[in-house]
C-alpha cells in the first residue's frame, strides 16, 4: 500500500474521518470516528471503541 502525499488517513481514497468535542463547563470530551462504506446499512463494518483518559 502506498503513501498518501500527506501520509494521513485522509489520504485514503474513500475513508471518511470526523470529530466531534462536546464541552459542557469542567467536562470535555469528544469522539472520533472513521467511515469507509458509503451504505453502512448494506456494507456491515467491523466496529472498536478506545478510551483515553488525559
Given at each position: 500500500m502506498e503513501k498518501g502525499k500527506l501520509n494521513r488517513i485522509?489520504?485514503?481514497e474513500g475513508?471518511?474521518?470526523g470529530h466531534k468535542t462536546?464541552?459542557?463547563g469542567s467536562?470535555?470530551?469528544g469522539v472520533t470516528f472513521i467511515r469507509t462504506a458509503e451504505d453502512v446499512f448494506h456494507q456491515k463494518?467491523?466496529?472498536g471503541c478506545s478510551i483515553l483518559n488525559g
Open positions: 485522509t489520504d485514503v475513508v471518511l474521518v462536546i464541552s459542557s467536562h470535555q470530551t463494518l467491523a466496529c
